[in-house]
Nanobody, 124 residues
Framework: QLQLVESGGGSVQAGGSLRLSCAAS????????MGWFRQALGKEREGVAA???????NYADSVKGRFTISKDNAKNMFYLQMNSLQPEDSATYYC??????????????????WGQGTQVTVSS
C-alpha cells in the first residue's frame, strides 16, 4: 500500500526558508509524477511543483525562482526547498504521487495518493 508522509513544515518569518520532505513507500510505479500542493484556509488546493520519474520538473508561476523540487530515488524521498518565503505561501502543504500524470500539466484531481499534510506559516 502506497504511503506518503510529509515533514519539515513550521513557522518562519518572511524571507526565510524551509525544506519539506515527503517519504514515499509501497509504490511500484516505474513512471510517475510526484506533486507538491498547498491549500490555504478558504482556498482551493493548488499545485506548487511537480517532478516525474525522469526528473523533469514544473512549477507554479507564483513559486518559480524561489522553490526547488527534487528527489532521491535511493531513499524514495521527495523534497521541496522553499526560499524567500512570503506570508502568501502560508498553507498546508501536501505531497501526492500518481502514475499516468504528466509533469506538463498536473492537477489535484488526478491524484489518488496523498500525504497527511504539513503546515507552513510565514509571518510578516
Amino acid at each position: 500500500q502506497l504511503q506518503l508522509v510529509e515533514s519539515g513544515g513550521g513557522s518562519v518569518q518572511a524571507g526565510g526558508s524551509l525544506r519539506l520532505s515527503c517519504a514515499a513507500s509501497g509504490y511500484t510505479y516505474s513512471s510517475y509524477c510526484m506533486g507538491w500542493f498547498r491549500q490555504a484556509l478558504g482556498k482551493e488546493r493548488e499545485g506548487v511543483a511537480a517532478i516525474d520519474s525522469d526528473a523533469l520538473t514544473n512549477y507554479a508561476d507564483s513559486v518559480k525562482g524561489r522553490f526547488t523540487i527534487s528527489k532521491d530515488n535511493a531513499k524514495n524521498m521527495f523534497y521541496l526547498q522553499m526560499n524567500s518565503l512570503q506570508p502568501e505561501d502560508s498553507a498546508t502543504y501536501y505531497c501526492a504521487l500518481e502514475e499516468g500524470v504528466t509533469v506538463a500539466a498536473w492537477y489535484a484531481y488526478e491524484y489518488k495518493n496523498w500525504g497527511q499534510g504539513t503546515q507552513v506559516t510565514v509571518s510578516s
